[in-house]
């Protein structure tokens, strides 16, 4: 087998860039700004739902996914300081259902499914970066993709936001948190691809 190789992207990257941010600006101007990794725990949240039983129970008292209580407040006659009762429960609007966010995502999964099929360049394949840096078979692949998808997706819900929600959403609104997790995301990014790929891949023509 010839060295690693990694396919030619369809657009050069600042073209990529262009359409990123363009396509945040659409989001915010028809909803919200982009976010995925949420949606994970919002389809969690709404299966253990639907499941009943002690899995409903769990997702519908859960101190984040779960039901809110609504806190009414009343002043009382002889006392200077505010008396809260605790009413009604509600529904977490959040994680309770599958809103705007979540088909997002699935039109996000399904439209980069089709742009691949209509551009030729979908194909079942297994990256031969991988092959000619491991030597491993096709299971070792799935096996440290799998793992590796858990490490992200933990990593994400612990920054609270993921590639979307924290670095091109971030820094679109400037939040405080997108430096730190920029600076983090590209420095252990760059040091995996040191250990699993040592040598620099060719790109196909």
Known sequence: MDGPKVRKAPVVWWAGGLLLGLTLVLAITVKKPLGVSTQF???ESVAMREMGGKYAEFATNHPVIGD????????????????TQVGKTVPNKKYGKLGYSFWLVVGMIGGAFLAAVFS??????????????????????????FVGGVLILLGARLAHGCTSGQLASGWAQLSLSAGPFTVALFAFGMLAARIFYPKVPEIER
């Open 41 to 43: 725990v919002v389809a």
């Open 68 to 83: 809110k209580k609504q806190a009414t407040t009343q002043a009382a006659a002889t006392q200077q300081a505010a008396t």
């Open 120 to 145: 030729g360049r979908w194909r079942l394949s297994v990256s031969t970066v991988w092959w000619a840096a491991s030597g491993r078979g096709a299971f070792s692949r799935l096996l440290f993709g």
